[in-house]
């Protein structure tokens, strides 16, 4: 950012340009309203200063954009491939989560493993995680977004190969540790692909990362199955995922930086030659969404003028705007987390087993809740950004209650029963399928509400926060079924955060669907006591449409902001 102001002012001054409106037809009114402005020239500018940074650019930027450049006639298609490739991560990572289910089955007789080492290989990855989200934001400072996914790629190669080739726990952890900590840094793509999305598509294709890591869970199952009966299968499972992370890394050097990144360094020019290939520059909403973005950027380097920006994250603390979406988009990771999914999900073969099912039985069960999850995914995906952030938060937790409710009833059933494991499946398909769907929102919600110079600082707190939980529901799993039952467990502790979360995602999650990250900052410059007070106006108006049977306006979810 500390460029901005010298390269912005090459193309006059566009902070005379009011376009910070609520809708982009007020945004088009007020530039006509506005006498002597030409679009045309500015862009032709800006088109100048990508050419000139293309002659002028440094071996170092070189080699960090490394890219071989597609280009689509339908400029939509080009955000919907980079968002694809992108969110291959998922798969990675959804694959390295739950593959534990199957070789855990194995690897213990093979390397002696006792129970307190067991939930150290199961939960190491967490903690590895945690380590790569520290590691993301300097790293995504320095090299960019998607850099900083390509360096996941060879954390995972490297994992994968050390636990494959494990001759002893000590490896294993090891391996476990690295694989996390390529979780932890490709936890930058929600980022990433949010910052090159088209507002209206935005939730959908941000969506795509969790839909992945359903596929990549289905995937850890399925492999896990594929080899439980092989000797050493346990080494093939836990190196598979070198496929996917080979995939991930050909396919990031087709895909650019993000545009919004290039600007937050300063680099407009290259931002152009992004942004053009990413928008139909002929409709000048794109335009404007361009100048938004600098115009912006250049506000907030004038904000920190006066302020230490080596510690820019202490905005988390003293400015309300960063505060308030720190607070929004870690309750709703933790609210994710602390419903149990990773406790269910790692355990899910040792689970199947405590209620009856054979060891090889228990491994093809698992299928069931990680094929739920992935179905569950695909609503949140496909109609997140009809319906709405907020809508969909506050459906989907009390669907997961219902599912936490029946797994507790499940447990409380004989053995001999056959309705116990009837039960039991139907709580966990139905909380697998509305997980997946609120899944969707702890990557979508951080991705899209921290401001951009803070937004690679806001996705490490926001990851970390969701590795630290699942470290810590996945490491005390035992420990706690053992002090609360499986059912008190699930029903009480998971269930009753479910509940909680519930309420205060009525009255503080505010509406961002169909909003530019420029708009979406304007929403969370609001004092919190507006914010409310439009929720609880929006709360009675859905009761209102509810009564008089308007489901389909409860549905589209408008945020009256």
């Known amino acids: 950012m500390s460029h901005l102001k010298n390269v912005t002012s090459q ?18 009114e007020a530039l006509e309203k506005l006498h002597g402005v030409d679009l045309d020239e500015y862009f032709l500018k800006y ?59 194995q690897y213990p007789g093979a390397l002696n493993a006792n129970s307190h080492e067991q939930s150290l290989v199961s ?88 839909l992945f890591i359903a596929v990549g869970e289905v995937f850890g199952y399925c492999i896990g199955a594929m080899f439980e009966d092989v000797h050493g299968g346990w080494r093939f499972i836990f190196g598979s995922s070198l496929v996917f992370s080979t995939i991930l890394f050909i396919g990031m050097f087709f895909l650019p930086e993000s545009p919004r ?13 992004v942004w053009k290939r990413l928008r139909d520059m002929d409709d000048v909403i794109n335009k404007i969404e361009f100048l938004d973005m600098i115009q912006q950027l250049e506000q907030q380097e004038a904000s920190e003028a006066h302020s230490n920006k080596r510690m820019m994250w202490l905005d988390f603390f003293t400015v309300p705007r960063c505060r308030r979406s720190l607070i929004y988009a870690n309750i709703m990771i933790f609210l994710g987390q602390f419903t149990g999914v990773n406790g269910v999900m790692y355990y899910m073969s040792t689970l199947m087993k405590n209620i009856g099912f054979s060891d090889k039985n228990a491994v093809n069960m698992s299928l069931v809740g990680g094929a739920s999850l992935m179905f569950g995914t695909l609503p949140g995906t ?48 139905l ?10 929102l702890t990557w979508v919600v951080p991705a899209e509400v921290y401001p951009t110079y803070l937004r690679s600082y806001g996705m490490t707190c926001s990851s970390g926060l969701l590795y630290l939980c699942s470290f810590i529901i996945t490491y005390n799993f035992t420990r706690m079924t053992e002090a609360f039952t499986y059912t008190g467990l699930t029903l009480g502790f998971y269930g009753g955060i479910a509940f909680v979360g519930w309420i205060y995602q009525l009255l503080l999650v505010p509406e961002t669907k169909g909003k530019s990250l420029e708009e979406i900052d304007d929403i969370f410059s609001k004092p919190t006591s507006v ?28 945020s009256g902001i």
């Open 431 to 440: 909380y697998m399928l509305f997980f997946g769907s609120y899944g969707c």
């Open 123 to 210: 939960s190491l990855m967490g903690l590895g995680a945690v380590a790569g989200s520290i590691i993301m934001s300097p790293l995504n400072e320095a090299v960019g977004r998607r850099t900083s996914i390509i360096g996941s790629c060879i954390a995972y190669t490297i994992g994968a190969a050390l636990c494959a080739g494990s001759i002893d726990t000590g490896m294993l952890y090891a391996g476990r540790f690295i694989v996390g900590v390529g979780i932890g840094l490709e936890s930058v793509v929600p980022a990433y692909v949010s910052e090159c999305a088209p507002s209206a598509f935005r939730g959908r294709m941000v969506s795509l990362y969790q």
């Open 47 to 105: 088109e100048q200063m990508y050419q000139e940074s293309q002659e002028n650019m440094s071996f170092y930027d070189k080699m960090v954009s490394l890219e071989i450049k597609i280009h689509f006639k339908n400029k939509t298609h080009m955000a919907y491939m980079l968002a694809i490739f992108a969110s291959v991560a998922g798969i990675l990572s959804g694959c390295d989560q739950s593959l534990i289910s199957g070789a855990a089955l």
């Open 261 to 273: 990144y290039l600007v937050h360094k300063g680099k407009v020019g290259l931002a152009y030659g």
């Open 11 to 28: 193309v006059s001054n566009i902070s005379e340009i009011d376009v910070k409106t609520d809708n982009a037809a007020e945004k088009i």
């Open 382 to 429: 496909l109609y997140m950004d009809y319906c709405g952030r907020r809508f969909w938060a506050n459906t989907m937790l009390p669907g997961q209650f219902l599912g936490l409710l029946l797994v507790g009833i499940g447990y409380l059933i004989p053995l001999d029963n056959p309705a116990s494991k009837g039960v039991y499946l139907t709580g966990v398909i």
């Open 531 to 558: 914010l409310i007070a439009i929720n609880i106006k929006n709360i009675k108006r859905d009761f209102y449409n509810i009564f008089h049977g308007n489901f389909k306006e409860v549905a589209k979810g408008d």
